[in-house]
């Protein structure tokens, strides 16, 4: 399987995530802003960063570029699409998702390993996880409080389209959301950063081990394995 | 050259940090300069000025009111408070 990252001016997270697709088990490709093409991938990250330093909204102004046409558009036919921090504020300009980020409520930059629970273990990003796995993952951003309108939230939650929920909320984010995802369960949009635990030794601590945890990994896993088997 | 300005503010009913910590500095200079103690709150918005060569004509001001929609705000979060249009780009208050 090839999945593909797409950098941005201001990228910073690519590399890594291209690292997490290779120890998953897929084929990382580089892919560039700026192009109308997608080589042929089977899935795409959307990477964490500051695109276009934030400017105009974060996000925003990536979500206009040449690529992000042939992004949606395979979206919109299946495509598994993961967006991570920076890639979730882009998914939300883009409206492959519902809802926005803002600046977190107390006003700050926040950077920690964060508890998780994964609600929706059926999109093509979660498949891999137990029902109600609790997890921890990095968190690192300044705008990451999620907001929607009620009639939003309600057909989010109804729908069954809050992917993750934080076990304790650290910006604000209306019904404590982390990430959801589209109706079709194929476009999931992440504020933490699954690309940061997927080898042990770099990622959060564990009651086992320091810097043990690798529970990121599952998220590109779950790609993989649902595009092999078809699960 | 005219001048298509627009403004964008948070909506009013969400959290607005930025403008709550301007706010935060505004009250501690109340506590020593008494004509700012009656200041109840700020919100930080955005002002665009877009230079037009030529006329602002309609079919100009129509292309900045969808630009203004999709693109310059995100309706999600924001609201276009303000599109009109002025003779030259802003200068300092005299």
Redesign the interface.
């Known amino acids: 399987m090839r999945i593909g990252v797409v950098t941005f001016p201001g990228s910073l997270d690519d590399r890594d995530a291209a690292r997490a697709i290779r120890l998953a088990g897929a084929d990382a490709v580089a892919l560039w802003h700026g192009d109308h093409d997608l080589h042929g991938v089977d899935a795409l990250v959307l990477p964490g960063g500051f695109s276009y330093g934030d400017y105009l909204r974060a996000g925003a102004i990536a979500s206009l570029s040449p690529i992000m046409t042939e992004v949606i558009d395979a979206a919109n036919k299946g495509m598994p699409v993961l967006g991570i921090c920076n890639g979730f504020q882009m998914l939300t300009e883009a409206h492959l998702l519902d809802g926005g980020l803002i600046r977190n409520e107390q006003g700050r930059f926040i950077c920690r390993d964060q508890g998780l629970r994964i609600e929706n273990n059926s999109s093509d990003w979660t498949n891999g996880f137990e029902a109600n796995a609790e997890i921890v993952i990095p968190l690192k951003n300044g705008e990451g409080s999620f907001i929607a309108s009620a009639e939003t939230l309600k057909a989010l939650e109804g729908e069954g389209r809050i992917v993750a929920r934080y076990l304790g909320n650290p910006n604000g984010s209306l019904n404590d959301i982390a990430g959801v995802s589209n109706t079709r369960g194929n476009v999931v949009g992440l504020m933490p950063h699954p690309e940061h635990a997927v080898e042990a030794g770099f990622g959060p601590d564990t009651a086992e081990a320091m810097a043990s945890g690798v529970d990121g990994l599952t998220f590109f896993t779950s790609v993989i394995t649902r595009a092999l088997v078809g699960v | 050259m005219p001048t298509i300005v627009v403004e964008v503010m948070?909506k009013a009913e969400?959290?607005d940090?930025?403008g709550?910590?301007v706010a935060g500095a505004l009250g501690r200079l109340g506590q020593t300069q008494p004509a700012l103690a009656n200041v109840a709150g700020v919100r930080v918005g955005k002002r665009f000025e877009i230079s037009i060569d030529g006329d602002a004509d309609t079919a100009t001001l129509a292309a900045v009111r969808e630009l203004a929609d999709t693109?310059?705000s995100?309706s999600?979060?924001?609201d276009v408070v303000g599109i009109h249009v002025q003779d030259e780009p802003s200068t300092a208050v005299a």
Do not use: G, H, R, W
């Open positions: 948070p969400l959290l940090p930025q709550k910590a693109v310059l995100n999600v979060i924001e």
